[in-house]
């Protein structure tokens, strides 16, 4: 009888053990997959490739991060819900500062930081190629747009009046002063986070986003006319025209028609 007794606490305990290494195994899977997943906000080194590509091709060696002089990026750790071990940085800490050797990017061994995405037609690295985001300002808390003088981001910047410009407007509210309003060129914004980290208010009304996140796509439908380069797309496009009974009309004679009112 103790035998058998023994063999089902056995039996029982077997199975107690393997429930929970399977609990255990869909707790990591799930951590893994959330920290996979919420990536869509995270800020790379200069030069990374497009999120998917840069996940394939970094094999989280760490470099950029050991050559960084200001301690800017960091690897991502277990509970920072981002990809575990890919670079980031958070620029309300600290920012890029725009290193012109730009280090991080020649020691990457696979390529993951592009040098070619931040060197220019000769061949020279050019950090203000780099495009790591863009910054966008919250005008409802911005206190510039409040009318109270302040130009934090626009000194901070390091293309100063070319990727943030000051616009002046007349402020109707005191009819003496005027609005000195911070405006970002995303054309030029390298996504440093110098703004970002320069922001007076408690939290930053100026901040980085990825392009990918920050900024909007028009799509092929629409085509800047007075942009050469920007109509080339329309070299390989093609139309389709469908026509309606009243398609068929001058369009004078469809507006003047009033539908048989005019008979009575």
Not at 161 to 170: G, T
Request: aromatic fraction near 8%; proline fraction near 5%; include cysteine.
């Amino acid at each position: 009888m103790k035998e058998i007794m023994s063999e089902r606490r056995k039996f029982f305990l077997t199975i107690a053990r393997a429930t929970g290494v399977a609990a255990l195994g869909g707790l990591v899977w799930s951590a893994y997959v959330d920290e996979v997943t919420a990536n869509s906000l995270m800020l790379r080194p200069p030069g990374a490739l497009e999120e998917e590509d840069f996940l394939k091709t970094c094999i989280k060696c760490g470099m950029c991060v050991e050559t960084c002089p200001f301690d800017t990026l960091k690897l991502a750790a277990p509970g920072d819900n981002k990809p575990m071990g890919t670079p980031y940085f958070t620029p309300r800490e600290v920012p890029c500062y725009m290193c012109t050797d730009i280090p991080c990017v020649p020691v990457c061994p696979t390529d993951a930081l592009d040098i070619k995405k931040v060197s220019n037609t000769s061949g020279d690295l050019d950090i203000n190629m780099a495009q790591m985001g863009t910054a966008v300002i919250d005008t409802k808390n911005c206190i510039a747009y409040w009318g109270i003088q302040c130009d934090a981001c626009y000194r901070a910047c390091p293309l100063l009046d070319v990727a943030i410009k000051v616009e002046y407007e007349q402020n109707a509210r005191t009819g003496k002063h005027a609005f000195l309003k911070p405006v970002v060129d995303s054309d030029f914004c390298t996504g440093c986070g110098l703004c970002e980290r320069a922001c007076v208010t408690d939290k930053a009304s100026i901040f980085v986003l990825p392009r990918e996140v920050a900024l909007g796509k028009a799509g092929d439908y629409y085509i800047k006319g007075w942009d050469k380069n920007d109509e080339k797309r329309l070299e390989n496009a093609t139309s389709q025209i469908t026509k309606t009974e009243l398609s068929s009309e001058k369009a004078i004679d469809s507006l003047n028609d009033m539908g048989g009112l005019l008979d009575d």
